[in-house]
C-alpha cells in the first residue's frame, strides 16, 4: 500500500495552536463528507465496471471521473477499499475501447456527437492507473491500450492544433478549448507515464491555447484567428489551460501569468460563475492547489499582498461549499443545468477535496 498522507493533518498543517480545534473539528467533518461521497460512487457503479449519468449517458467521461476520485483516496486496482471498483473500471475500458485507439463509444447516442471528452479523461484515468500497475499482464494491454490512444488523438487534432468535440475529420475541421484541455491533460498523463506522445502534437495544442488567449488574458471558446478580440472569453476554459500549463510545470511562462491574472479577477476575486461550475472549479481548484499559499506572490511580486491568491482561503470557502450541499445519499447534483448528473459533480468534488492527500503524481504540487 502506497504511503498516505492523512487529511486530517495535511488540513491542520500551518494551524496557529489556538485554532487548532476548530480545524479539526472541520478537519473530521471533510473526512466524512469525504467518505461518504466515495461510498456513493462505490453504489452507483454499473455491473459491467462502468458509471454514467442518467440514462446511461456519457459512460466514458463519467468511468474516468469516478475511477480519477477512488484513485485520488490511495486504492489501486490491485489493493486498497476501493480496488474492486477500480479493476473493474480498468476492464471496462480495456474491453470496450475502438480498433483505432478511440476511449469512447461513437455507438453511444449520448457520445457519437462528443466522444473527444471521454476520449481525454479516459486517458488520463487510464495513465494514472498505468503508473502504479504491477500486474505485468495488465500494464502490457495498459500499454497497448494507451500508445493507440495516444495515436488516436494525434489524427484527431485539427490543423490549428486543437481538438473538436469529434475528430478532425469527422468535425469538418472543427476545434474549441474545452476539449483541447481534455487532451492535452490526458496526453501529459500518458507522458508522465513512460508512454511516448510525439512532442509535436503537444506543442501544436499549447500554440492553440496562446493563439485563443485575448489581450486581457482570457481565452475565448474556439480558435477564430491570430489575435481573437477582448470580450468573449471564456472563464471556465481560461482557468482550464492554467491547469494544463502547470501540469507541464510551466509556472513561468508568459501566457501561464496571463492566464491566472484574468482568472484571479473574474473567478478569484469577484466570485463570478458559470453553468459549467463543477468544470470550471475541477481546474481551477488544481491551479490555486499548485499555487499554494506562497508562489503567486513568487510569480507577482509587484501585486499587493492582500490580493494574492491563496489556497488557504479558497480551500476554506470551497469545502464549506461542499459541505452545504452534499446530498443525504452522499453525492453532490450537477449546477447549471447541463445534464451531466451526480457521477460527475461528486467525482470533481472528491478529487477537489483530495488534492492534498498527494496520491496521484499528476495532480501534485
Known amino acids: 500500500m502506497r504511503f498516505l498522507i492523512p487529511l486530517t493533518a495535511a488540513l491542520l498543517a500551518a494551524v496557529p495552536a489556538s485554532a487548532q480545534e476548530k480545524a479539526a473539528k472541520r478537519a473530521d467533518e471533510v473526512e466524512r463528507s469525504v467518505e461518504r461521497g466515495l461510498e456513493y460512487l462505490r453504489k452507483q457503479q454499473n455491473s459491467d465496471g462502468s458509471w454514467s449519468a442518467g440514462g446511461g449517458a456519457y ?3 463519467m468511468t474516468a471521473m469516478a475511477g480519477l476520485a477512488l484513485l485520488m483516496e490511495g486504492s489501486t486496482p490491485k489493493e486498497g477499499k476501493y480496488s474492486d471498483q477500480l479493476s473493474k ?3 471496462w475500458f480495456l474491453t470496450r475501447s475502438q480498433n483505432n485507439g ?5 455507438q453511444n447516442p449520448t457520445e457519437g456527437s462528443r466522444y473527444i471528452y471521454g476520449h481525454g479523461f479516459g486517458m488520463l484515468f487510464l495513465a494514472c492507473v498505468y503508473g502504479e500497475e504491477e500486474d505485468t499482464a495488465r500494464r502490457r494491454k495498459l500499454e ?3 500508445k493507440k490512444a495516444v495515436e488516436f488523438s494525434g489524427k484527431a487534432q485539427t490543423r490549428h492544433g486543437g481538438w473538436g468535440y469529434v475528430s478532425s475529420a469527422d468535425g469538418g475541421g472543427f476545434d474549441e478549448g474545452s476539449t483541447t484541455i481534455t487532451q492535452l491533460q490526458g496526453l501529459r498523463a500518458c507522458r508522465n507515464a513512460g508512454i511516448v506522445v510525439p512532442k509535436a502534437i503537444i506543442d501544436n495544442a499549447v500554440k492553440y491555447l496562446r493563439d485563443c488567449t485575448t489581450s486581457r ?4 471558446y474556439n480558435y ?3 489575435n481573437p478580440p477582448a470580450g468573449g472569453e471564456c472563464q471556465a476554459i481560461t482557468a482550464a489551460a492554467c491547469a494544463c500549463a502547470f501540469s507541464s510545470g510551466n509556472y513561468e511562462d508568459k501566457y501561464a501569468k496571463m492566464w491566472i491574472k484574468y482568472c484571479k479577477e473574474v473567478i478569484y476575486l469577484k466570485g463570478r460563475v458559470n453553468g459549467h461550475d463543477e468544470y470550471q472549479n475541477y481546474y481551477f481548484s488544481q ?3 499548485v499555487l499554494g499559499d506562497d508562489r503567486y506572490q513568487k510569480l507577482f511580486p509587484d501585486d499587493r499582498k492582500e490580493n494574492a491568491i491563496l489556497w488557504s482561503e479558497y480551500k476554506k470557502s470551497m469545502f464549506a461549499h461542499f459541505l452545504q450541499t452534499q446530498g443525504a445519499d452522499g453525492g453532490w447534483q450537477a449546477g447549471g443545468g447541463w445534464g451531466v448528473g451526480p457521477i460527475f459533480a461528486t ?3 472528491l478529487m477537489i477535496m483530495q488534492l492534498e492527500k498527494n496520491i496521484i503524481p499528476f495532480y501534485h504540487r
Do not use: D
Open 59 to 61: 459512460p466514458t467521461v
Open 89 to 91: 473500471a480498468v476492464e
Open 102 to 106: 478511440l476511449l469512447g463509444n461513437p
Open 144 to 146: 497497448a491500450l494507451l
Open 217 to 220: 488574458g482570457g481565452l475565448v
Open 224 to 226: 477564430s484567428g491570430p
Open 287 to 289: 491551479v490555486i492547489y
Open 347 to 349: 467525482g470533481t468534488a
